[in-house]
């Protein structure tokens, strides 16, 4: 009993006398060069790392920090290329809505001209038959009206319109109106009425 009281003794002897006290005073020397501004772990990592055993236990800690950190960076380049491939997808669906989209309007923009083509078509008709119930009508006035008032009306008017009336006529009205006019609005409205298509 009194080897073990001894023993113990002598440990705590160790404990309180030697061990408390250096680690107390170096401490108190790492927190004052500390707040000196004297770099203490960074010098002691420096010292230690000259002793064989501690620079392989910090070139293993670094190699797991290492493999740490390109874990971490793996892992946010897959979700950063995770969301890339989701935004892709994304946009390829935007463009072939987008495109869906362009045909339809295509095809109305074709319908459309369509329409217009057809309308263009319709007017035209329609400024025909008017311009030929026009021309109807001025050929009934002028065979209602005596070739002698006809020939002297007709050289007044512009080319075209004398055109218009007299192809409105019939071939004998014609040839009674221009046996009326002066010989140069005769020979003027004869070689006109031979070029014209008829």
Do not use: C, H
Not at 136 to 154: C, F, H, T, V, W
Not at 192 to 198: E, G, H, K, N, V
């Amino acid at each position: 009993m009194d080897t073990e009281k001894q023993e113990y003794g002598k440990f705590q002897w160790f404990l309180f006398v030697i061990f408390i006290p250096i680690v107390f005073t170096l401490t108190l020397v790492v927190v004052i060069l500390s707040v000196a501004g004297f770099d203490v772990l960074g010098k002691a990592k420096s010292t230690f790392t000259g002793l064989p055993v501690v620079e392989n236990l910090l070139k293993k800690d670094e190699e797991k920090v290492a493999e740490s950190e390109q874990a971490t960076k793996m892992q946010e380049a897959q979700v950063e290329k995770e969301k890339l491939e989701k935004k892709i997808d994304e946009q390829a669906t935007m463009i072939s809505a987008l495109e869906k989209d362009i045909g339809i309007k295509e095809k109305e923009v074709q319908k459309l001209n369509q329409e217009i083509s057809s309308l263009e078509k319709q007017l035209e008709e329609v400024a025909k038959a008017k311009e030929e119930e026009q021309t109807r009508d001025i050929g009934k006035l002028y065979n209602n009206m005596s070739s002698k008032k006809a020939a002297e009306i007709i050289p007044n008017l512009s080319k075209e319109d004398a055109m218009l009336i007299l192809a409105s006529l019939d071939d004998r009205q014609v040839a009674d109106i221009l046996s009326k006019m002066s010989v140069e609005d005769a020979v003027k409205y004869t070689d006109l009425l031979s070029s014209s298509p008829q």
